[in-house]
């Protein structure tokens, strides 16, 4: 296979590295991050490669999607993380091929050669067959995603703020979010405080009363992974943000301001103006293109069933780490949760369990110990099940802060989160509502379709509201006149949401 591309040999690091072992690592999430790491004292030299060139703490993208944080509080650039690491390269690129007999990777059209391989590229969100729907309703899954949403919630603000009549100014004011696990729940509560406090004082116009938050999911409660204990006072805590939960609902169609969602009773359509998708999660495809070249296992999500090394049967020099790996060597069978603290405790046996191998030393075994899991419900109250321990409200929300803001790397982001979540606090506001991101920009400004003010009048203007948005508007207006809807108007796939739709694939 690498015959057919361009083969890439990069100078090593230091003169020192040029005869020690390569070790590429695919992927600067917490698992790659922390492989890196624990081979720094090792006799070996690695390359990082990641299509971004910043590793995500995924965990708080809800709260960049609210206004919350910014992007830089959640993002830190991978060469600030392990670039000052002797035996560490970073490359930026796009591993498309996997050719394990000559142990090369292809990347941006090269090839390049390792003798352990170790992919960490994570996960995806998925619609379960109906990709339609992503045009809708934005996943959230990447910094992108979480300002497409930024920006979908406050447009509907914006123009709700100028629209005259109280039904459509209520439709405006509509959010359903499909998923009601720790992202749905998360993501509820966020725009709850967003939309009925932060934003109470800024805007004449609007009731927050008036605001309409619904919750959707197949099972029976929230939070269903938790106790049950806690998923119940996690409902109350989201009732009393006036957070109302469809419980036994699937999604049935989707189209611009309108879900139909079907229950034990019946179908329930649902007119929102905004739709926020949390329910699916998919593995990265080089599960998949690993399968094909190895007949290795993979499970239903696409997760590639590892050995109790994380290595793959035949191929002891090929690591799976973090959400693309299906675990299930743990003392119940359960697999590991897709987590931060679970990636991080396999890259760093994967890296200590590299460097021994190296080095000629007794291989150590993999240990998981489960921290338990937790969810935020709002500003000040959160659920978490630690071990056995339970803890909600306000010393849950204290719990929460203090591990994410352990897990979260940089001391710079530490400060800056813990500055903003205490002015939110306090002052009930949000430090980054900044409405930035419209799919249709242009970098040509004297082009006749850029935005205004360089070309006034002609073109679309960046405070228009966007495809998506147009296309909920239209859809409400036909529905209060009586009128037929047209087809553009249902079309998923076309022109009526294309801008929107390049703003979340």
Known sequence: ????????????????????????????????????????????????????????????????????????????????????QHNVQVLLGEVTQINPEGKQIVFNGKAYSYDHLVLATGSGSTFFGHEKWRTFAPPMKILEHAEEI?????????????????????????????????SGCEMAGAVSELMRWALNNDFKQLDPSKTRIVLVDPGDRVLRAMPEALSKQAMESLAADGIEFLANGRVQTMRPGEVIVGTPDGDVRLQAATVIWTAGVRASHLGQKLADTTACEVDRGGRVVVNDDFSIPGHPEIR??????????????????????????????????????????????????????????????AVADLRGLKVSGGAGWLLWAV???????????????????????????RAALLLTGMPSQHIALNAADAHFPMQSG???????????LKAAMNYY??????????QELLDTTEDSAADSAAAIK
Request: glycine share 8%; proline share 7%; with cysteine.
């Open 1 to 84: 296979m690498a015959r057919d591309h361009f083969f890439l040999e990069l100078e090593p690091p230091s003169e020192q590295l040029r005869h020690a072992a390569h070790v590429v690592i695919v992927g600067g999430g917490f698992a790659g991050i922390h492989a890196c790491k624990a081979l720094a004292s090792a006799n070996v030299r690695i390359t990082l490669i990641d299509k971004r060139n910043f590793n995500l703490f995924q965990p708080l993208l809800y709260q960049v999607s609210t206004g919350l944080v910014s992007r830089g509080d959640v993002a830190t650039p991978l060469r600030e993380l392990v670039g000052q």
């Open 150 to 182: 930024r920006r979908r919630l406050l447009m509907a603000i914006e123009q709700a703020e100028q629209t005259p009549d109280p039904h459509a100014r209520q439709f405006l004011q509509t959010v359903v979010i499909v998923g009601a696990g720790p």
């Open 320 to 381: 799976i780490a973090g959400d693309l790996c299906s675990y299930r060597h743990t003392k119940d069978g359960s697999p590991l949760p897709g987590m931060a603290a679970p990636a991080k405790q396999a890259g760093t046996f994967i890296g200590k369990d590299l460097a021994a191998i190296v080095a000629g030393r007794a291989r150590p075994r993999f240990h998981y110990f489960d921290f338990g899991s937790m969810a935020v419900l709002d500003r000040a109250t």
């Open 403 to 429: 591990v994410h803001l352990v897990l979260i790397p940089g001391w710079e982001n530490r400060i800056s989160l813990s500055i903003k979540w205490l002015f939110a606090l306090l002052s009930q506001r």
């Open 458 to 468: 002609r073109g679309p203007s960046i405070a228009a509201p966007d495809a998506a």
């Open 477 to 486: 207006s036909h529905q209060m006149t009586g009128l037929p809807q047209t």
